[in-house]
């Protein structure tokens, strides 16, 4: 179980995690709370690995979420919303730095998105991984459509995402 | 000078029966893709990755019946029995759920509208190779700026399709499809379209839709004040609830499809759009007036930035 989380929990920081993935995500962290500083060590390390820019401010969520004991037994959609929004948060570090490590061709007019952390908040978090669960059934939408017409149709696989620009 | 002019004549009219063969060839080999017995591997590349899949195929009494199967990483089984589908997945795999169902290239396509994929893409033979064991004659066609060129190479005799391509305006190979194994007009038994999966506990069934006659976007709220030359209205559907509004639009030249999605209230503009491609996709995801637009497609960037460009919103009367 733990593993499956973890690898889902893995996902997430790729910007690849699927809705099963942060149900799993939400069902580990309700057995076992303490997951939640445990991952956000290992995003903080990918991170480092990868020499992006880290911006950490998951751990005031944490601070901010109820006493675990009451954690356990909550099952309300409102926390499990907040939750949802934690666990994005915590991926979310690495999220905003990885689009630095992204981007392709310097000579792309490429404008990386900084937000600043006083702007990271779980609406934010929520917000991308709102956007995320929404491409991903996008793609499902069009491969259906796009499979009466066009001779290549295929399961959408992980997108690259090759550029990220502010207007 | 007469002589020259004969022969211009002349060579026009070699050149014309040339470009209506490429164009038969076509035509048969979307046929030959659904109406023959055939068993296989291939693999599909996009971008850098690629997925290994089997196929077998059986086209008995005007009805084709096909299993896939995916090799390599999560174990998917789809059976395809005329117009329902069904995919098997082992228990412990819903992570695979959320994909859309693979399928071959042309194995849905009704019928190709030869005239209209002729007005957008210019055809033309360019030899033979070996694929898969077996002979093929190269056909390409060839796009304009706001499409990708494609590449086909069908069996000689049969005109199956083994291996196809799309290729960027530089000459990259943006997504392959390629039989690495396969055998043709072969007697298929019941018991190889049977999935192996049929018995585990996690099933997935998906119903096929059958596109509607005529599509039609009256009332929209959105507009497309431009679309690139050929492209038209293949799908619309919409709805309106609490959460706002949401349209969605597939266009097709023929050959090459792209879908437009409006969801959302008029919220105030966040401002950013972010592009993301994976093989011959692009997806673009932006805002106008508020709304969230999304373009995805198998086009190129500078195909999806314009039409989000030129594309207009309406604001709900207050």
């Known amino acids: 179980m733990k593993a499956k989380a973890n690898e889902a929990f893995s996902a997430f920081l790729d910007g690849e995690a699927s809705e099963i993935d942060v149900q799993r995500m939400l069902k580990a962290l309700d057995e076992q709370p303490a997951l939640l500083s445990q991952w956000h060590g290992l995003s903080k390390a990918k991170a480092g690995l990868q020499g992006e820019v880290l911006i950490d401010t998951a751990l005031t969520f944490a601070a901010a979420v109820p006493a675990e004991t009451s954690a356990v037994n909550s099952t309300g959609w409102r926390f499990r919303l907040q939750q949802a929004g934690i666990a994005a948060a915590v991926a979310l570090v690495v999220i905003t730095g990885a689009r630095y490590s992204l981007t392709p061709e310097p000579s792309a007019p490429v404008v990386a998105t900084v937000v600043a952390p006083e702007r990271i908040n779980t609406a934010l978090a929520q917000q991308q991984f709102e956007a995320q669960r929404r491409l991903d059934q996008y793609l499902r939408e069009h491969a259906e459509q796009a499979s009466f017409t066009t001779g290549h149709v295929v399961v959408p696989a992980q997108l690259q995402w090759v550029e990220a620009q502010s207007e | ?318």
């Open chain 2, 1 to 318: 000078m007469r002589s020259y002019l004969y022969l211009c004549a002349l060579l026009l009219l070699g050149a014309a029966p040339v470009q209506a063969m490429e164009w038969q060839w076509l035509n048969a080999m979307r046929q030959s893709v659904q109406e023959t017995n055939y068993r296989g591997d291939y693999i599909h590349r996009r971008g850098d990755q690629t997925n290994a899949y089997s196929i077998v195929h059986r086209f008995d009494q005007g009805q084709a019946v096909e299993l896939l199967r995916q090799l390599d990483g999560d174990m998917i089984e789809i059976l395809r029995d005329g117009l329902r589908t069904v995919c098997y997945f082992p228990d412990g795999s819903e992570a695979a759920m959320t994909h859309a169902v693979p399928a071959a290239p042309f194995s849905q396509v009704a019928e190709l509208d030869l005239q209209r994929i002729g007005e957008n893409y210019q055809a033309r033979a360019s030899g033979e190779q070996r694929v898969a064991g077996f002979n093929a004659r190269i056909i390409e066609l060839k796009g304009d700026e706001w499409r990708y060129s494609q590449r086909f190479w069908l069996e000689t005799e049969s005109n199956l399709l083994l291996q196809s391509e799309l290729i960027s305006a530089d000459g990259q190979v943006l997504e392959q499809f390629r039989f690495t194994r396969l055998e043709i007009a072969v007697t298929i038994e019941d018991v190889e379209l049977t999935p192996s999966l049929k018995d585990a506990a996690v099933l997935q069934q998906v119903a096929f839709r059958s596109p509607a006659d005529v599509a039609n976007d009256a009332g929209y709220r959105s507009a497309l004040d431009w679309l690139p030359a050929g492209f038209s209205l293949a799908h619309a559907e919409a709805r309106q609830d609490s959460t706002g509004i949401y349209e969605q639009r597939t266009f097709s030249d023929g050959l090459t499809s792209f879908s437009v999605f409006i969801e959302g209230l008029a919220l105030p503009a966040t401002g950013q759009s972010t592009l993301a491609k994976m093989g011959a996709t692009t997806a673009l995801m932006t805002a106008v007036n508020g709304y969230s637009v999304t373009i995805i497609g198998e086009i190129p960037a500078l195909t999806a930035k314009k039409i989000a460009q030129m594309l207009s919103i309406d604001r709900p009367a207050l």
